[in-house]
C-alpha cells in the first residue's frame, strides 16, 4: 500500500483527528508521507496517530489548536525539530457551528466560525511559512466548500449536484467563512507564486463526517484524493484554485 513515491517528504494537516482531515492524513502517509496530524485534544490526537501507526504510516501527534497562536509556535517548534520543514500544509480544521440564515445568525456564531476557518487558516500558514520555505517543492491545501461560492450561491446552481437548482443553503457564518478562504487562497497564491509555493482551495465535496450528521454523496476517501493530489502537485501544477473532488477521482473546478 505505502508507495516511496514521496517518501521524505513531510506534511502537517490540521483537525486531523477525525472526518476529512483523518483520511487526507491517512491518504497522504500511504503515499510514503511523513504526516504530522495536528488535533487540538490530546487524547483524541494520540487515539488516531496511533490507529495509523498500527497500519505501519509514518504518522506524527502535532498538538494544536488552530485558534491558539501559542500552540501552533510549538508545534511549529517541535516539527522544526523533529522534521526540520514541511513540504505540504493541509488546512482542514473547521467549524460548522450556528447553521442559520443570515438573519437569525448571532454575531458570536460568526465571530467563532471565523476564528476556527479563516483566522486559523492564517495563523497555521504564517506560523508554518518558515518550514514550507525549507521545502523545494512546498504545497498548501486549504480546505473549502462549495458553500463558499460566491457565483453558485448567486446562480441558486450547484455544479456538485449536492443540492437542488433553488435551494443552494442561505447559511451565513459557514458560507462568508468558506468565501473568505477562497480569498486568502489567491491572496497566499499570488504572493507565494514567484517562491513556487503553490497555494490552491479543494472542496472535499459532500462526505460523511460528524460535521454533517454522517451523510454524504461521496465516500471520504473519495472526498480526501483531491486534497491529497494538490498536496503532492508537481511543480508545473496550477496555483490560485478553486476544485471539488469528484466519484471519478478527477476533481472538477469551481466557479469562485
Ligand atoms: N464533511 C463535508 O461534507 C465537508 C464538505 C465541505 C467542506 N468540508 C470541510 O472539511 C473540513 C473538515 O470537516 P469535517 O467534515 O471532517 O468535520 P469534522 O469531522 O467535524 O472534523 C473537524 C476537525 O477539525 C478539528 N477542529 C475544530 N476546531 C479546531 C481547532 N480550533 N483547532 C484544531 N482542530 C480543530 C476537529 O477537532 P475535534 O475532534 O477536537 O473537534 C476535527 O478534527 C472543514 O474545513 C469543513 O468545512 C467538509
Redesign the pocket.
Known sequence: MTSSTHSGRVALV?????????AIARQLAELGMTVWL????QQ?GTQATGELRDLGLDVRFAH?????EGSVALAAKYITQESGRLDALV??????RGWAAPSQTPLEDLEATF???VF?YVTVTNTMLPLLRRSDAARIVN?????GSLTVAAENHDPTGCFPDGQFPVILS?SM??AA?NSLTVMYANELRGEGILVNAV??????????GNT?ILTLDQ?AHLPVRMATLPDSGPTGTFTVATADGLGMALPW
Open positions: 490540521t483537525g486531523a483527528n477525525k472526518g476529512v482531515g483523518h495536528g488535533a487540538r485534544d483524541r494544536l489548536d488552530v485558534t491558539d488546512n482542514n480544521a473547521g467549524v460548522s476564528a476556527t476557518n486559523g480546505i473549502s466548500s462549495v458553500i459557514h467563512s468558506k478562504v472542496s472535499p465535496n459532500w462526505v460523511p463526517t460528524d460535521a454533517n454524504g472526498g
